[in-house]
């Protein structure tokens, strides 16, 4: 359930798939720690204390979290705000007034490429909610924010 | 505005060679040594190898990083690209440039070159910035980058220069007023540090007491203890309290803040006497707190968080460290802030105490639960718990709300209070936040996020019922226009 404030669009489709894949990289590299530790660590009660639990784990984080974790996120420009809530335990809604914005970013790495995906991230003046960060938005909505804020400041500061 | 340079530029070559020469000790020093010393003897050819094979890597990928690295001068704003892999566009609106600086370290100033910071106002590492470019370059960026936003020179060049501005006395500390509050200043950090030196001493004493006496004294010895014990404390507590004066002398003496048009103006100290300027303009909220003891006898503390910059790095500054409320009230009057006003101040949702006494009570019973283990007497702890949980019944009537005309005003704390004025116009972002318990108790905390903040305490309105929450993050949104 979403918080009544504006209807949120959900993410490209390809932005699951980058969860998925960076899960998938951090499974392996503890598949890859937990077997060495079973390997190396001496007197282990049993076969697979640690890697049983790390299976478990790698399981969650590939299989199942990052559907939920996709579908979670959500964000509406309205023109003067930004809106951008995710967050599978703890349910996080970052409201941006647009006029607050001090710089913006468009950034794709090679995976968020390869899914036609890029994240977009608002800089404002702020301490501690002073980055705002929108991943999974197609390269053109990036670069339409991205415009329609740059646009809107533009116009106030002139004023 | 004529010659914008929109096309793109690059960093200037010799960037390459900077760089190349400045990452020289940790490339190309270190790991060609390492791997020829990994045998029982030096192996010239394979550390030769490593360094000649490691310098091609740094200089083509320094290369490549310097290649990909490019800036726009646009009419609207500044656009910077780079990353190899990971591109990234940064776009800075040319509103947005506060001010651009020119910083020459010692190899910049070998190479005849100049790394340029455009600064927002943001944090540190938001900002753009050119590294490195020629000086004649950092010049003609300055120039051009500063010419978009003439506001600041001509607000300085208004004044009449010849004119006294008219200078006022907001408040002052009298010496009677500094001692009374170095008696609050009282720290039990102070306590403890010097209890445990005393404390150390004691039994280097007592031991050489039992050295020296032998058996027969141990009965002596320990009610000598006791009384030792005795007598420690409250020489602690005296040394401490001394300590606690002497230090807000130190720092509060001649306490005096004067307002002249446009700033105010601190002056305190007895041994560095210390002087600041605070800007109106920079105030982006304001603070009145009251300790738990000293609040009780009515003195306020009333401070103003300013725009980060580089002579205030706490954010927050003391406007009057030790007040009445009437004090207090003249001090905030003289700041571009609106009076805290106690009335109509609406409460959170009845789930913040449960969620208070959570909070507070969960550490401390999981603290002494755990060390209990280890060290019995610190069961006792235990009994602090009852105490965070009666302190959470009061959380809620001390938590309360609302919003003004021009800023929402935040009001928490049992024991230490703190008083939040918060002008729209400093909100930056706003965030609607719900954990798993809360959102069982139908409940949100709206996170309001203002330049400049730093330490703990934030002016946050906790556990508000869900709706109210989502109306205020929204109506505080809205303003913001």
């Not at chain 1, 998925?20 to 190396?40: C, G, H, M």
């Not at chain 2, 790991?31 to 010393?37: E, K």
């Not at chain 2, 996170?447 to 929450?469: E, K, N």
């Amino acid at each position: 359930m979403t918080l009544s404030f504006v209807p949120l669009t959900p993410l490209e489709r390809g932005q699951l798939h980058v969860i998925r894949l960076r899960a998938i990289r951090t499974a392996l590299i503890l598949l890859a720690a937990a077997i060495a530790a079973e390997i190396f660590v001496p007197d282990l009660p049993m076969h697979g204390v640690i890697l049983g639990p790390v299976l478990l784990l790698a399981l969650w984080i590939t299989v199942f979290a990052p559907g939920r974790r996709w579908r979670r996120w959500g964000y509406a420009f309205t023109g003067s705000e930004l809106h951008v809530e995710y967050g599978l335990l703890t349910r996080v809604h970052t409201i941006v007034p647009v006029l607050r914005v001090q710089h913006i970013d468009v950034s794709q790495d090679v995976l968020e490429r390869l899914f036609g995906v890029a994240t977009l991230v608002l800089h404002t003046a702020g301490s501690d909610g002073n980055i705002v960060v929108l991943p999974g938005v197609s390269r053109t909505t990036a670069e339409e924010i991205r415009d329609a804020i740059r646009q809107r400041i533009g116009s106030a500061a002139h004023d | 505005m004529t010659d914008a340079g929109a096309a793109p530029r690059r960093l200037h070559i010799l960037t390459v060679i900077m760089r190349f020469v400045k990452r020289a000790p940790s490339t190309l020093v270190v790991p060609p040594l390492a791997l020829g010393f990994m045998g029982r003897e030096f192996h010239p050819v394979l550390a030769f190898g490593a360094f000649a094979a490691i310098a091609a890597a740094v200089i083509v990928s320094t290369w490549l990083g310097w290649w990909c690295f490019t800036y726009t001068i646009g009419e609207e704003e500044v656009l910077i690209q780079h990353g190899v892999l990971r591109r990234e566009r940064r776009s800075i609106p040319r509103g947005r440039i506060q001010d651009v600086s020119i910083e020459r370290g010692p190899f910049a100033r070998i190479f005849g070159l100049a790394l340029v910071r455009i600064e927002t106002g943001g944090g540190k590492a938001e900002e753009g910035e050119l590294d490195s470019v020629s000086l004649a370059e950092a010049e003609r960026l300055r120039a051009l980058l500063r010419s978009y936003h003439p506001v600041a020179t001509v607000v300085a060049g208004d004044e009449p220069a010849n004119a006294e501005p008219v200078r006022r006395t907001v408040y002052a500390m009298s010496l009677g007023r500094v001692l009374l509050r170095g008696v609050f200043g009282f720290s039990m950090l102070w306590l403890a540090a010097i209890y445990g030196a005393i404390h150390s001493l004691d039994r280097v004493v007592k031991f050489d007491w039992e050295k020296w006496f032998g058996e027969a004294e141990r009965v002596a010895i320990a009610q000598f203890s006791l009384l030792a014990l005795a007598l420690v404390l409250v020489v602690a507590l005296l040394l401490g309290v001394i300590a606690g004066i002497v230090r807000t002398l130190l720092r509060d003496y001649g306490f005096t803040l004067t307002h002249e048009p446009g700033r105010f103006r601190r002056v305190r100290g007895l041994l560095t006497r210390s002087e600041i300027v605070i800007a109106d303009r920079r105030i982006q909220l304001g603070l009145v707190h009251r300790g738990a003891i000293s609040g009780r006898l009515g003195w306020n503390t009333v401070a103003v968080q300013t725009l980060g910059g580089s002579d205030d790095p706490t954010g927050r500054q003391e406007l009057a460290p030790f007040a009445t409320a009437e004090e207090a009230a003249q001090v905030i009057a003289a700041t571009p802030l609106p009076p805290f006003e106690r009335i109509g101040l609406r409460p959170v949702a009845p789930a913040h105490i449960l969620r208070s006494a959570f909070r507070h009570g969960l550490p401390v019973a999981l603290a002494f639960g755990i060390a209990g283990w280890f060290l019995p007497l610190l069961w006792w702890g235990l009994l602090l718990v009852p105490v965070s949980v009666v302190i959470a019944l009061f959380q809620r009537s001390h938590h309360r709300y609302a919003l003004r005309d021009t800023s929402l005003q935040v009001m928490r704390g049992v024991l230490s209070q703190r008083d939040w004025i918060v002008p729209f116009e400093s909100i930056q972002t706003l965030t609607v936040r719900r954990s798993w318990l809360q959102r069982r108790l139908g409940v949100a905390t709206v996170r309001v996020d203002t330049a400049g903040a730093s330490g703990m305490h934030r002016p946050d309105v906790t556990d508000a019922p869900l709706d109210a929450a989502l109306a205020l993050a929204q109506a505080l949104a809205a303003r913001v226009d």
